[in-house]
């Protein structure tokens, strides 16, 4: 049976990719990636375009899990919102730059996802997703129970966008915007550098063949942990940076849900192709803020329509339909 | 003491409904390898069912306990040709997927047809009020579920070790390759199969719909507490669906009486102890680790 790892690009694609792309093409798309995300705030309202580069950096750091370690996370809500509240009370109780509270909100992520990882990576495939569904969501009733840090139900109010009290950042979504933007770049940077690493390529290892990679003397259990706790570390640089973007945090951003939108938005993307993640999420952030601003209250209707086609015939996704075809055309 | 046997069955009649759900929840599993994330809603939509029923067609809870679950079982075998079928020889993480999104779209279809607030839901006269038993005062409604928990359960478990169709869907679940060997139409019993674990989400929906607020999001966390109950009883062993649901509803009743603040937290804390001590679950065999 194949994985569902590799979905989106066969194992073959993947090594094509990693090893053979030729670098003037790999400059191309760099360079195309680095104008959208620098251009996009003229073309898309500011907020929404903090959203799409938030939720992007966040598939990736799934992605990173899913498609390179064969781990279907269903509970990466935990590091997302969870470094979200810690970023927001940082910023709130110490007043620090933005940028600070955000690392210290990665941190939090990274922390709390040795425990869970420990525990979750006993099991893999269904079980993996069922428990790390299971614990993100005693982590939700904590921060509801835990009213009196977290808001409860109100979420947390007020986190201020302290960033050396240059003003225009501060106020403006705009300029914060491209203020924000070198923290997700760096995200992304380190996705890519941990896929291209040796360390990744023990990654893909363990993903093809675990018990093989056992034999070859490799710690398959610690490794996955490893990878969990980066995976999480990611997820909260993006969580932080979207609620220090949206001045407040809501308890939803720690339903499973939120874990379900950026599973989706990873599949949509296509697994294991890094990159398609931030398709994915581009299409549904703007889907959603199309939806909500044209007053259609059934967004699920539309997202759970769009999961069910894409895993049903769809399966590679958007960025491993194209480079199948890129590659396929480049072979005949 | 009284305080104990209130809690008690305060506990295994919200277990009844978690064991029931997680019955269906494991049958599906150990035939199709599919675990299936929308049994959360199915079991709103038997609650919804019931209540829309009741309020159109008058139909009694006594009527819905019958009427419910075999629409549902109806639309479980539906969603199963159309939309489960095609991805069993795939991983199963891909029916994981799909039964997410089929989760979204059902609950936000009922809450644009329905609204969020709560349907109402009257239970029969001769279900209220309480009774006694040894000077303390029990729901009567509770029992009743419990009661009706444990027949089905009963049912089920007779079904699956005294009939010929049990045997083969125990064949079918453990040596499939074989079962097919020896003259068995493994494939036929697919379909029915997940209708059937989707009419026991329903059940437990229609049992719930007295007793529970009848919205959208009711499956909500009713679906991740089902996980719970079948990561601690072991995914595929219909025994621990059983024992894990009425463990977990005791749990959560007691958890709810001396440490409210914890009872919520309680369940995954029994979790992690479980998937520490037997990864494999309380009735799994460990062989079925994926």
Redesign the interface.
């Known amino acids: 049976m194949t994985s569902i790892a590799t979905a989106g690009a066969s194992v073959s694609e993947q090594h094509a990719t990693i090893a053979g792309a030729r670098p003037w093409q790999r400059l191309v798309l760099l360079a195309v990636g680095l104008v959208v995300a620098l251009g996009l705030p003229w073309f898309v309202y500011p907020p929404v375009a903090m959203d799409i580069a938030a939720w992007a950096l966040f598939a990736v750091a799934l992605d990173l899990l899913l498609g390179y370690c064969g781990l279907l996370s269903f509970g990466h809500a935990a590091f997302w919102g969870g470094s979200a509240y810690v970023t927001g009370l940082i910023a709130i109780h110490l007043g620090v730059p933005f940028p600070v509270a955000v690392l210290g909100g990665a941190l939090f992520a990274m922390v709390l996802a040795v425990p869970i990882g420990y525990l979750s990576v006993k099991r893999s495939g269904i079980y993996f997703a069922m428990v790390t569904l299971a614990f993100a969501q005693m982590l939700f009733f904590i921060a509801n129970q835990a009213s009196s840090l977290t808001g409860g139900e109100n979420g947390l109010q007020g986190v201020p966008r302290s960033f050396f009290g240059i003003e225009a950042v501060e106020t403006d979504s705009f300029f914060f915007y491209y203020a924000a933007l070198p923290i997700i770049l760096l995200g992304m940077w380190a996705a890519w550098r941990i896929v291209h690493s040796p360390f990744g390529r023990v990654l893909v290892a363990i993903r093809d063949n675990a018990p093989r990679a056992r034999a070859l003397g490799y710690d398959v259990e610690r490794y996955k942990l490893i990878v969990f706790v980066l995976s999480a570390g990611l997820s909260g640089l993006a969580g932080g940076v979207f609620a220090v973007s949206h001045g407040f945090v809501a308890l939803p951003e720690l339903h499973w849900a939120t874990s379900g939108e950026v599973v989706l938005m990873t599949v949509l993307g296509g697994i294991g192709t890094l990159w398609g993640g931030v398709i994915g999420a581009a299409l549904i952030v703007m889907l959603a803020d199309y939806l909500a601003s044209s007053g259609f209250d059934g967004i699920g209707i539309v997202t759970g329509a769009v999961f069910v086609t894409v895993v049903l015939l769809f399966r590679r996704g958007i960025w491993g339909t194209a480079r199948h075809l890129w590659l396929s055309r480049r072979r005949s | 003491m009284s305080a104990v046997l209130q809690y008690t069955v305060q506990g295994l009649a919200a277990g009844s409904f978690y064991a029931l759900a997680a019955l269906g929840l494991a049958v599906i599993f150990g035939v199709l390898g599919v675990?299936n994330f929308a049994h959360g809603a199915f079991y709103m939509l038997g609650a919804v069912a019931a209540a829309v029923l009741l309020d159109t067609l008058g139909l009694s809870l006594w009527g819905a306990l019958i009427v419910v679950p075999l629409l549902m079982l109806v639309f479980g075998m539906l969603v199963e040709r159309l939309?489960v079928q095609?991805?069993l020889?795939?991983?199963?993480?891909?029916n994981?997927?799909?039964t997410?999104?089929?989760?979204?779209?059902?609950?936000?279809?009922v809450?644009?047809r329905y609204g969020v607030s709560g349907l109402p839901y009257e239970r029969p006269s001769a279900l209220s009020g309480r009774v006694e038993v040894g000077g303390v005062g029990l729901p009567v409604y509770q029992l009743f579920v419990i009661g009706v928990a444990l027949l089905v359960c009963l049912g089920v478990w007779l079904l699956m070790t005294r009939t010929r169709v049990g045997m083969i869907v125990r064949a079918a679940t453990e040596r499939p390759e074989l079962a097919g060997a020896l003259g068995i139409n493994v494939g036929r019993w697919v379909t029915p199969v997940f209708g059937f674990g989707v009419a026991l989400a329903g059940l437990a929906g229609v049992l719930a719909a007295p007793f529970r607020a009848i919205t959208a999001e009711m499956g909500?966390?009713f679906i991740?507490i089902l996980?719970?109950v079948?990561?601690i009883g072991g995914?595929g062993s219909i025994v621990g669906a059983v024992v894990g649901g009425f463990l977990v509803g005791l749990v959560e009743a007691f958890g709810q009486a001396y440490a409210p603040?914890f009872a919520?937290?309680l369940i995954?804390v029994l979790?992690?102890v479980v998937?520490?001590a037997r990864?494999a679950g309380l009735f799994g065999r460990e062989e079925a680790?994926?």
């Open positions: 675990v939309l095609w991805l020889p795939l991983d199963p993480l891909y994981l997927l799909l997410f999104g089929l989760t979204l779209l059902l609950v936000d279809l809450k644009r909500s966390d991740i996980f719970a079948v990561v995914l603040t919520q937290v995954f979790m992690a998937v520490l990864p680790t994926a």
